[in-house]
Structures are given as C-alpha cells and as structure tokens.
C-alpha cells in the first residue's frame, strides 16, 4: 500500500510576491523618477539664450515671473513659478523637453507708447514670445508632461514606502516613528535607506536600543542640511547644467 507523501501549501504566497515587488519595485520607481526630474528641473540660462532659442524657434512655453516657489515640504514636489507679467524672471521651455529660465530687465512704461510697457511693444522679446509660444501651462508641452510624470512617480514611491511600514510587519532597525521621519529625508534618499535596511539587508533579529522617533527626527534634519550642502557643493563644482537647481 502507497502511503502519500507530506502536503505541500497550494496557493501564491501573497507575503513573498509583495515583498519581492518592493524589493525590486522601489529602486526602479527611484530611478524612473530621478531620472525624469533631473531631466525637467529648471536649469538657470542667460538672456542671450534665451533670445537664441526664440530666433531657432525652439521655445514651446513661456512665462515671465518674479521668481520660483517651493516650500520643500514634499521631497517629490517640483517647483512652481510664482507668474508676474511685470517680473524679472523670464521661463521657458524646449522641444527636448527641458525647462531653463533666465534673469531679464523687468518691463518698463514707455513713455512714448502711453505707459505701454516696452517689452509689449511690437518686436521686443515679449511680443516675439507671444507670438511663436504657448502660454505656460498649454497642453501637451513635453516638459510638463515629463514634470506631471515626475510627480507620479514620486507619489506612488512615497505611497508603497508609507503603506508597507505603517501596514506590514514591525521594522527591525528602527521603530516605525523612526523610519518615517528618515523617509522624509531630501531626493527619496531615506526611502532608499529604509528598503536597503529593513528589505535588502533586514537584521536577523529586531536591534536592541532601535532607533526611537526622535533620533529619526534628528537625523532628519542633519540628514536634511547635509544634503543641501553636497548638493551646492556639487553644483558649484560641476555647474548647474549637471546639478540644475
């Protein structure tokens, strides 16, 4: 008589298919996202290029402003301009898909043109903008499409970051207080940290003495300081083509 064997478990081992999902799923939407908004961040050019990619008629959008705002408050977020039609900010975009913006003489009254300003006039810059770009929120411009991409990526990395730790089993380096303010840490770089240590490298057992909330805090804000001092650094170094800002 033929005894059966042991059973096997039937059915997806739905623990597993999730955690190789993020194993593998995190650092792919890092990059995607890295690499989108590096491309489409803002990039400081001169008047002078400006008016060479108005004669090769390479400017798609356009939008004079008195600045840029960002708050920061969202590692993912991109930063928004702050629209002036009598601003000296002049911003742009390129067929390529890349956004520059250059420091220009704000417009003037003319006195002659009855207090016209003199950047409207017929054959200034702004008229010949006008003319040959779309306003700067006009659909289907490349550069933000890539920008609105750049956000859902972001968004969707920072949901299944918050998801998994606030759902999933305790963390093993750290208290879940303390991995959240890490996650918050400038470029997704803590989000990465988190996958590397409680995902790739998790410890065998939960760490004695794991971190608490308030050292998350804290190495939130130096975290937070040190890279914005390797970023200027950097950008000092390489220019702002390569490190744009």
Do not use: C, K, N
């Not at 067929?95 to 006039?121: E, F, L, W």
């Not at 933000?144 to 969707?156: P, T, V």
């Amino acid at each position: 008589m033929i005894e059966p064997g042991p059973s096997r478990p039937s059915g997806i081992r739905w623990g597993a298919v999730v955690a190789a999902a993020l194993r593998w799923g995190l650092p792919v939407l890092w990059l995607l996202w890295a690499g989108l908004a590096w491309w489409v961040e803002p990039r400081e050019a001169t008047a002078e290029q400006l008016d060479r990619d108005l004669a090769s008629g390479r400017v798609v959008t356009f939008q004079r402003a008195y600045g840029w705002t960002d708050d920061d408050a969202y590692w993912g977020s991109r930063p928004y301009l702050h629209h002036g039609a009598d601003g000296g900010v002049v911003a742009w975009t390129v067929p390529t898909g890349q956004t520059r913006y250059a420091y220009v003489d704000p417009p003037a009254p003319d006195p002659a043109a009855s207090g016209t300003p003199a950047d409207h006039q017929p054959g200034s810059r702004d008229a010949r903008l006008t003319q040959v770009a779309g306003p700067w929120h006009a659909d289907g411009a490349l550069a933000h499409r890539i920008a609105d991409a750049a956000a859902l990526l972001a968004a969707a990395l920072t949901l299944l970051w918050l998801a998994r730790l606030v759902t999933g089993a305790p963390p093993r380096a750290g208290t879940r207080w303390f991995w959240f303010w890490v996650g918050l840490l400038p470029f997704g770089v803590g989000v990465l940290i988190w996958s590397y240590r409680e995902i790739w490298r998790p410890p065998p057992a939960p760490v004695a003495g794991r971190g608490s909330g308030w050292r998350g805090l804290g190495w939130l804000v130096l975290g937070g300081i040190g890279l914005a001092l390797l970023v200027e650094g950097t950008r000092h170094l390489l220019g702002g083509t390569v490190v744009p800002g």
